[in-house]
């Protein structure tokens, strides 16, 4: 079974704990019974108070959601970082000069993924060839990189961050 989309699992985790932050926020509260007219359709909602007890289990499904094809099934950018930067995971087997050389450009290729180029600052690395084996070492990055990685950091986490702010506020109110 392929993973589903994480973009739309992002977009739709945001949207939701920013509906749900307003309405908590805004102090939101719906007449009973609420009448609405959707698309000219007269409706009228008897439990109006349970609208926002759907969209705090939304907020509750979507963070998880978010956190399990984010997070657990494929390395988030947190993970893959701190793993490149100690030297692990990304070791591959080399037999000769020429696999040696596919090998620094597959490390390369991992360092451009996850990591950010911001003008001249750059992560450098070495990679040391021993016992079959070529290994990423030396890994080096620059302060201003780094800061950029935390503000990458911070907006991968921002749906469940938001999330948990809203699920919390509305547990406060209620």
């Known amino acids: 079974m392929d993973s589903p989309d994480?973009?739309?699992?992002r977009r739709f985790a945001l949207i939701i704990a920013l509906i749900l932050l307003t309405l908590v926020l805004a102090g939101v509260k719906l007449d009973t019974p609420l009448h609405v007219e959707p698309l000219g359709i007269p409706l009228v909602v008897q439990r109006p108070d349970l609208l926002s007890v759907a969209l705090v289990?939304?907020?509750?499904?979507?963070?998880?959601?978010?956190?399990?094809?984010?997070?657990?099934?494929?390395?988030?950018?947190m993970r893959a970082r701190r793993e490149l930067m100690a030297?692990?995971?990304y070791t591959t087997n080399a037999g000769g000069l020429e696999?040696?050389?596919?090998?620094r450009t597959d490390f390369q290729q991992k360092v451009d993924r996850w990591f950010p180029q911001l003008g001249k600052h750059?992560?450098?690395?070495?990679?040391t060839f021993g016992g079959?084996?070529?290994?990423?070492?030396?890994?080096?990055?620059?302060?201003?990189?780094?800061?950029?990685c935390w503000i990458e950091n911070l907006d991968f986490v921002l749906p469940i961050l938001a999330n948990i702010v809203g699920v919390g506020l509305w547990t406060v109110r209620h």
């Not at 994480?6 to 699992?9: C, E, P, S």
């Not at 499904?61 to 399990?68: C, D, E, G, L």
């Not at 696999?99 to 090998?103: A, V």
């Open 6 to 9: 994480l973009t739309k699992i």
């Open 57 to 77: 289990i939304a907020a509750i499904y979507s963070t998880i959601r978010y956190v399990y094809y984010g997070m657990m099934l494929q390395p988030s950018p």
């Open 87 to 89: 030297g692990k995971v």
């Open 99 to 103: 696999e040696y050389d596919k090998s």
């Open 122 to 127: 750059k992560v450098t690395f070495n990679s």
């Open 132 to 148: 079959g084996a070529a290994e990423m070492t030396s890994v080096k990055v620059p302060t201003a990189v780094r800061l950029l």
